[in-house]
């Protein structure tokens, strides 16, 4: 038996905001908000799906650096360009971190300046 990846922890400084970006981005919803500011978003049908939950957890200390683990999004029922314009419109912006400019995915940060990249493919 294999483990699987249940949750991702995400520091940060503001949770319901980081949370509302991202439900927006996944299409997630709020599944567990707690007494100590964390909150948790995942897919509709709950923890223990295929998808691992998000749980944003509220801290003081201010991102340093460029992170050592990103996400990897694709679009579902759209091509790349207009997932794009959507996640820009949702308050991602671009990020440079050494890309040549031909590469097939977009570099983005989200509002707390967490990188994740947008690639080509699209998923049904």
Known sequence: MACRI???IIPCRDPQGLAAFWCEVL????????????VEIGPREGFGG???TLV????TEPKTGQLRLHFDVNATDRDQ?????????LGARPADIGQSGDEPWHVLIDPEGNEFCLLRARLS
């Open 81 to 89: 360009d207009a997932e794009l314009e959507r996640l820009l419109k």
């Open 50 to 52: 295929l998808q691992p």
């Open 27 to 38: 299409d997630f919803v709020v599944l567990d908000p707690d007494d100590h500011g964390a």
């Open 6 to 8: 249940s949750e991702l």
């Open 56 to 59: 944003l957890v509220p801290t």
